[in-house]
């Protein structure tokens, strides 16, 4: 069994730019979650996808986006980048019914803008 | 809204001694409930959740938790700590009603002295 994977590990951008990150679910798993996590602090819920559909939101604009693939990968997409959009970005994978609760995270996206 | 609290965001413990750490969460309904651990530029690996039942939640690594209703609280413990635990710790609720998101507390920096 296969954990949660993330793509790249680092990646640095100047202002303005546009990055795309990468998650490949944990095996068996349906629904893909973000979330951003900003130096010294805990992890914000940014959207969360299933079916390949977004089935939830957190408090983040919408130039902040996202994909799931038919085989359950997703990717956040972030347009027009700022210097507060520096931080970790991690994603979790989840099942269904009772488990769904459970997220597994990934590594994390070191995202830098400079 | 739900919304988590840990109180200290720092306690360094001697290798050996015991360890408490403090969870207080805001959530209308019966929450699901999580610890998370992360290691310096590591993604989060779940130690334990509640869901319902017994109050009383064995994770691994030798970590317990206590949900405690009345006081709405969720402290994570461990009886003897070893210099492998040095991390940080993050508190989560879980909430159906938002996709399933994870609304996480800003986390406590454990230090282990020898």
């Known amino acids: 069994e296969t954990g949660v994977t993330q793509s790249p590990t680092h990646l640095i951008k100047t202002r303005g730019q546009q990055v795309t990150l990468r998650c490949s679910s944990q095996?068996?798993?349906?629904?893909v979650s973000w979330y951003q996590q900003a130096l010294g602090q805990g992890p914000q819920f940014i959207f969360q996808?299933?079916?390949?559909?977004?089935?939830g939101r957190g408090n983040f604009p919408p130039r902040f986006s996202g994909l799931q693939f038919p085989n359950y990968s997703s990717e956040l997409n972030v347009n027009a980048l700022e210097l507060d959009d520096s931080a970790l970005y991690l994603c979790?994978?989840?099942?269904?019914?009772?488990?769904?609760?459970?997220?597994?995270f990934g590594p994390g996206t070191r995202l830098t803008v400079t | 809204a739900q919304s988590v609290t840990q109180p200290d965001i720092h306690i360094t413990v001697s290798e050996g001694a015991s360890l408490e750490l403090r969870c207080n969460y805001s959530y209308g309904a019966t929450p699901y409930l999580f610890w998370y651990v992360q290691s310096p530029g590591q993604g989060l690996q779940l130690l334990l959740k509640?869901?319902?039942?017994?109050?009383l939640v064995q994770g691994i690594k030798g970590f317990e938790a206590e949900f405690k209703r009345s006081q709405s609280s969720f402290n994570l413990r461990k009886p003897s700590v070893h210099w492998s635990d040095a991390a940080e710790y993050f508190c989560a609720v879980g909430a159906a009603a938002a996709g399933n998101k994870l609304t996480f507390g800003g986390g406590t920096r454990v230090l282990v002295k020898p």
């Open positions: 979790a994978s989840s099942g269904i019914g009772d488990f769904s609760y459970e997220q597994y």
């Open positions: 509640y869901f319902s039942g017994d109050t």
């Open positions: 095996s068996g798993h349906n629904t």
């Open positions: 996808y299933y079916r390949e559909e977004e089935n």
